[in-house]
């Protein structure tokens, strides 16, 4: 595990490393990860802001019931993070709600 | 056709498939398995000393054996609706299809409890399911330093992983007080291998310096934007929080797992009738001897039913197999009752374990007393405890009546994180039993369809 990747190191091997665009960054992740496992890895722990409160959210169920983990992928809103695998060149948004997400980053 | 490829789908459809049964295994993930049996995506490898579980590849060996058999498998695939008996709606990769199954095992596992507290929706608050399926998936961290609450034997294997990777654990707090152990002493002697297990893990906790708190809840998770720590304290044997010492922990994770919830949908679709297990705090389909629910043609099996542990998800799996394969006389009368006798004693076996681990990590509703009036109990829809508890003061008594009140179960996840806890809601402002506030009606489609993929179903 390096300073800023949860990623283990010693057991596994991975897929082969690919490029992402996560709200306009670069980010490097696996074939075969999912959004979620991806983001989490380099510490993106949130996924949208809520419409209403302007709450963050992220990540909850893990197994794709929750619906907590949504976000723009390729343009098409409401995939979620924890089903959806990477694919070399996909662009993620975060989603946002009616909050100011910007404020509050 | 079975529904669901955890251990329960993947044994019933093996079974059923040994015997000349023609099988359609739908699951909706990308790959076979369920949560159980969760497999590493395509390019992961494990070198055989870091294997972080032995069930991946006990769940490998059942897969390609299923595979193996000429079941047809059909991946992505969401079953999102029940029609006229035993029709299964279908949406697979954009496009939904229908098939009409003569015999329908439903395996559809299940999920662990949402239990609303105070700061549960921040990002970094994670489902005990969640985390193992990071771990175990993509052996990726949740967090570098993590608190651990729930109740049961998931929590050590959820610290077992997270230590095997890394991560440093605050604290792991079990809600059950955990005392007088001994009494089960002789109950637990025929299965030591799971004993033997949970010592083995709680070893390793120990000399890890992890505090293992017994009788401790969570009170709320902290943080402004996403989850900085969480404050737990002592509860009483109902998991009701007491007044006591309050623990605070820094943590930039928090795993919640309170046991689990069957995934009732489709059951409850088609018109099964349920009892409510109080002991479970959950709902389970009422089934025959060979594993019919009561809906003649449907078989509920493995944690679908109620949870017991993929070792029962698996026999149960292989005993509506048989089951399915006599009635199409493809079995002789006298193997059927030969096999599914071995089947319903290798059960009785594991039921002795599944009653102690029942009574020591026994529900208890005071869980549900953990929100405050605002906490957020619709995760979805953005509705706080005290919106509901409004609407029961104004006459609402159903979950269904407090929905369509608040909106309150209307959103995309469509009641699975807010409608168990709501019905304790309203039982604690009624003042009357939990069955009484009901469960939402379920309605097709169960998860979220693209309307495209409906658009495209040629009917």
């Known amino acids: 595990m390096t300073h800023d990747d949860l990623r283990m190191a010693a057991s596994v091997e991975r897929g082969r490393a690919l490029r992402i665009a996560v709200d306009g960054e670069e980010l490097l992740a696996y074939e075969g990860e999912s959004v979620a496992a991806a983001l989490i890895a380099s510490g993106r722990r949130s996924t949208r802001v809520t419409a209403r409160a302007g709450e963050r959210r992220g990540y909850f169920c893990g197994m794709g019931l929750c619906q907590d983990c949504l976000l723009t992928v390729d343009g098409l809103p409401n995939a979620r993070a924890c089903t959806t695998p990477i694919r070399e060149g996909l662009t993620v948004e975060t989603r946002r709600g009616l909050g100011d997400w910007d404020a509050s980053r | 056709m079975v529904v669901g490829g955890g251990p329960a789908g993947l044994a019933a459809a093996r079974t059923a498939a040994r015997h000349g049964v023609r099988v359609v295994l739908v699951d909706e993930n990308s790959e076979l398995g369920g949560q159980h049996y969760r497999q590493m995506p395509a390019g992961f490898r494990a070198p055989e000393r870091a294997r972080i579980g032995r069930e991946s590849d006990e769940g490998r060996r059942l897969i390609d054996e299923v595979r193996g058999l000429g079941v047809e498998v059909r991946l992505e695939s969401v079953a999102w609706g029940i029609f006229d008996g035993r029709v299964v709606a279908l949406a697979t990769s954009g496009e939904s299809s229908r098939i009409a199954a003569e015999t329908l095992i439903l395996a559809p596992g299940a999920y662990d409890r949402p239990v609303p507290f105070p700061g549960w929706t921040l990002p970094g608050v994670i489902t005990a399911s969640g985390a193992q399926n990071l771990v175990k998936a993509y052996r990726v961290l949740p967090g570098r330093r993590v608190l651990i609450a729930g109740s049961g034997p998931l929590l050590l294997a959820v610290a077992h992983s997270l230590l095997a990777g890394g991560a440093r654990i605050a604290a792991i707090c079990e809600a059950s007080p955990m005392r007088h152990l001994w009494r089960y002493g002789p109950r637990l002697l025929p299965h030591l291998n799971f004993v033997q297990q949970g010592h083995h893990y709680r ?10 708190l017994a009788g401790h809840v969570i009170r709320r998770a902290l943080g402004g934007a996403e989850v900085t720590g969480a404050v737990v304290s002592p509860c009483d044997g109902e998991w009701r929080p007491v007044g006591g010492t309050e623990l605070h922990y820094d943590a930039d994770c928090v795993v919640v797992g309170y046991g689990f919830l069957s995934s009732l949908e489709l ?57 399915v394969a006599n009635r199409l006389g493809l079995l002789t009368g006298r193997g059927y009752s030969r096999e599914a006798s071995r089947a319903r004693g ?31 109990l619709c995760r979805c829809e953005e509705v706080a405890v005290s919106e509901a508890v409004a609407a029961v003061r104004d006459g609402a008594r159903h979950v269904d009546e407090v929905k369509a009140w608040t909106r309150i179960g209307m959103g995309r996840c469509q009641g699975r994180m807010c409608g168990p806890a709501l019905a304790h809601v309203i039982a604690r402002a009624t003042g009357g039993p939990v069955t009484e506030a009901g469960v939402f009606t379920p309605r097709p489609p169960v998860k979220p369809v693209r309307l495209a993929a409906l658009a495209r179903g040629g009917d």
Do not use: K, N
């Open chain 2, 267 to 323: 059951s409850r679709l088609a018109g099964c009738e349920e009892r409510y297990a109080a002991g479970l705090g959950d709902y389970v389909p009422v089934r025959s001897r060979e594993l019919e629910s009561t809906v003649p043609g449907i078989f509920v099996v493995g944690a679908g039913a109620r949870v017991p542990g993929a070792a029962v998800a698996l026999e149960e799996g292989h005993l509506a197999g048989l089951a």
């Open chain 2, 346 to 376: 290798r059960l009785l076996h594991l039921a002795g374990f599944r009653r102690v681990m029942d009574d020591l990590y026994r529900f208890g509703a005071g869980l549900h007393a953990l929100a405050d009036d605002l906490t957020t």
């Open chain 2, 203 to 212: 070893r390793e906790i120990a000399e890890a310096g992890v505090p293992f």
